[in-house]
């Protein structure tokens, strides 16, 4: 599977813990599409998100987005993570 970077621009400053990827909800949707949330950054304004997330294809990742009804601004894939 490939490494991707999605960033994630919210309009309201973000409250919820992003040390854990979600609810039952999202993590069964990520069985089904295939995905494996790896880490989830939030800058320091807590407006943006930076999701590392290995998928086979970024299309998988919009796909995701679009279902959670949450933006995907920007899918980059990667080539190495520590």
Known sequence: MALFMIERTFAEVLD?????????????????????????FLTADRTRTYCLYESPNAELLQEHARRLGIPADAIVEVTQYR
């Open 16 to 40: 919820a813990d992003i040390d854990e990827e979600g609810d039952a909800v999202t993590e069964a949707l990520n069985d089904e599409l295939g995905l494996e949330w790896v880490h989830t």
